[in-house]
């Protein structure tokens, strides 16, 4: 099945500061999606991103299907952007999304 | 209004009793999920219905039995319930190929 690699596992910013997630993965996708797990366990859907760019607010998100990655920016970050941060392509073919093992995101006031 | 509710949001239970969760959505998805999070933060498919047809079902022992009664209920019944199956387990939902929107989790904690 398909790996998926998730980089850095941790990060620790002051409150302000941007940062990039990245996320590897080893085969073709039919989607991607980004998650956060916020401190309290909720999981919010934050991109559906199979390709190419899109901007929620603060934060935006790249994938790059045919070099098989995708990036997830976070700018002026904010206490409440800290939690575990998932990829999770669909391999093509299949209809599962397969999760990373998550970046842990603290932002300290 | 909740998106995708599940009940109960914490279960605690001895082992070798036998369990449900309950997951409904008011998405209007046809596409249901059971994920599975270990101590570790890992989270793992392991059944998907559309319109209530099993399409998904990963390596999970047979004590673990999905039910969707309609296409916008997926239950979740264990037995014999063993302390490896502690984990959060979350439903999920979407339309099939689309963002999947999440319910809150139910905290199992078998002793």
């Known amino acids: 099945g398909i790996q998926v690699e998730q980089s850095p596992p941790d990060l620790i910013l002051q409150e302000g500061a941007n940062s990039t997630l990245r996320c590897n993965f080893s085969d073709s996708v039919n989607n991607l999606q980004w998650f956060h797990q916020n401190p309290w366990g909720q999981l919010i859907n934050l991109f559906y991103i199979p390709s190419g760019t899109k901007q929620n607010g603060r934060l935006s998100a790249t994938t790059v299907a045919t070099e098989r990655y995708s990036l997830l920016y976070i700018s002026s970050s904010q206490t409440t952007d800290s939690g575990v941060y998932f990829c999770a392509p669909v391999q093509g073919g299949s209809e599962k999304l397969v999760f990373g093992k998550g970046m842990k995101l603290t932002v300290n006031p | ?111």
């Open chain 2, 1 to 111: 209004d909740t998106a995708v509710s599940q009940t109960p949001k914490y279960l605690v239970t001895q082992m070798g009793n036998d369990k449900s969760i309950k997951c409904e959505q008011n998405l209007g998805h046809d596409t249901m999920y059971w994920y599975k999070q270990d101590s570790k933060k890992f989270l793992k498919i392991m059944f998907s219905y559309n319109n209530k047809e099993l399409i998904i079902n990963e390596t999970v022992p047979n004590r673990f039995s999905p039910k969707s009664p309609d296409k916008a209920h997926l239950n979740l019944h264990i037995n014999s319930l063993e302390l490896g199956d502690s984990a959060v387990y979350f439903c999920a939902s979407s339309q099939r190929g689309g963002a999947s929107d999440f319910g809150p989790g139910t905290r199992l904690t078998v002793t």
